[in-house]
């Protein structure tokens, strides 16, 4: 989603007269930080990262420094109180008007904050997506209104906001002209999706996807993230009768404990969870399941923990997302007793981890001498003739081919692979 958000950035950007992209700093005239405040961490990120654009405004006095995305709207005002040198701030919801905002700021002499929610509007101001890659997000879905008590999104993001039905079609349209086949529609919760059509009726998620994959110019389909609890049987049949469907889901479930779910507040018990892969392993046996896991989450005892571990083994996760939970301020969770050492919570998140690792390598190497299906994304930094691309399970594929192969779909047998990446060779048409 940052990666999505920082894009249409630099768009807004690009559609004024005069700016271009640099990736070397101490030339540019205006620096900009996409921030995320999902994790402690990541938010204290940004104050190091920012200290060092201040010493190139030293040098620099016309520099402008603008922090966006998360943080942003966490923080707001508190941002320039902290590091006055900060000329903008904006949210995730306000990132079309960086023009004006860099405006009023060189016309004023004033920092400028602008941190609201206004409506969808985001979506009528940013240029259409330019691209040169064969693969392309879009949004269709902004923000979260499930308030997970851990999670500080619905605060930094706002709640659920569809984007109309035809906003998304013409979006897709726009894209497939330019040669995009893989399209990865992107939300928080994007089986949450509820849009207008043009006739005051609302479609939901699986009617979407049924759309965007009847598009002739569609060729792979991604979408993500899915909230378990509206994982409904419509969508869940649609692998079946869908090819163009990824056969690659990532679906969170941050817990195996039905009492640390309740906290959490994610509306589904472990079995609940077992079920929906169960169905969707009926429809699509290969489907890959990635996850996201919480280890100690406030008052998560040893027998909650085994039934993550245990989770894991019943479902067969491949590669996922493991994090230790962080106290966001402003969150339910943060109030929570939590009397689990750091130490237990970090032994917990390895043997976690090792054991997501080792079945990641068991599907990589099972993959071996198989044929698959890759989009080729990008020239080896190594050698011109080495391509990479990725299969329809995320994974990375290096093997020799030509340039004019990218952003085209080829078919590569699988050499070896070790966990991420795997090598392989051109299946030559006969
Ligand atoms: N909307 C998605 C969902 O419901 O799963 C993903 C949202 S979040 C940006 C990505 C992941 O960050 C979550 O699935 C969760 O595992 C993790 N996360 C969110 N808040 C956290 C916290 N306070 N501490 C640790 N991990 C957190
Ligand atoms: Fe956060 Fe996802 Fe829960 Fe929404 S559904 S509150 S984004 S973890």
Redesign the pocket.
Known sequence: MNEYDSDKMSDVLLACAGMELTDKPEEADIILFNTCSIREKAEEKVFSDLGRARVLKQKNPGLLIGVGGCVASQEGDAIIKRAPYVDVVFGPQTLHRLPQLIEARRASGKPQVDISFPEIEKFDHVPATQTTHGTAYVSIIEG?S???TY?V??FTRGEELSRPFADVMREVESLTAQGVGEITLLG??VNAYRGETEDGDTVDFAFLLRAVAAHPGVQRLRFSTS?PCEMSQRLIDLYATTPKLASHLHLPVQSGSDRVLAAMKRGYTALEYKSIVRKLRAVRPNISITSDFIVGFPGETEADFEATMKLVEEVGFDDSFTYIFSARPGTPAAEMADDTPDEIKLARLHRLQARIAELEQQVSAAMSGSVQRVLVENISRKSELELAGRTENNRVVNFAGSPGMLGRYVDVRILSGSMHTLRGELVVQP
Do not use: E
């Open positions: 979260c499930k308030y997970c999670c999104v619905p928080q919760n909230h």
